[in-house]
């Protein structure tokens, strides 16, 4: 890993941490897990709020207001509003990406739940990813939350990532090892 991502992800790690515990102790749990949901769309959703997260341009308090008036338009629960507000007169908000996946770990730990990332050549039906989310659970023992991608270049099948397992069983990943098994023999 590299230092500056090291960095911002000890960082986050702390704001996270911090956060998910104020939740807990409050019972607000599943509000901070809505939150977490809405901040996760509006980073991977909006240019213009990577950019304000991102920018040294804006100052500390331009940086704040913004923050603060985006989180009252999303809905956001108080402690969500008032520790974005802190990122952003501390200057880390850069960090917030991290903070997201921070808190969504640390959520389905209290929860007993595991993500298992699924890349599929074409979107999953409901019934498809139910069936592979008791087919993971069996395998994990917990439960399984499925965030599931389209890359259609996989041609089919689908590549699953659980912890630090990976099984991928692309027709794409069979046409490379057919490939190379045919340059071994010729």
Known sequence: MSEPASISSGIAARYATALFEIAKESKALAGLEADVDTLDA???????????????????DAQGKAITAI???????????KTLGLMASKR???????????????????KGEVTAEVVSAKPLSEAQAEKLAAALKA??????KIKATVDEKLIGGLIVKLGSKMIDTSIKA???ALQNTMKEVG
Request: glycine share 4%; hydrophobic share 45%.
């Open 139 to 144: 395998n994990a023992g917990k439960d399984v």
């Open 92 to 110: 880390r908000l850069f960090t917030l990406p991290h903070l997201v996946a921070n808190l969504r770990a640390l959520i389905a730990e209290e």
């Open 174 to 176: 069979r046409l490379n």
């Open 42 to 60: 509006a980073i991977a959703e909006s240019a213009d709020f990577r950019d304000l997260i991102h920018s040294p341009v804006y100052s500390r």
């Open 71 to 81: 989180a009252v338009k999303m809905n956001l629960g108080e402690m969500t509003t």
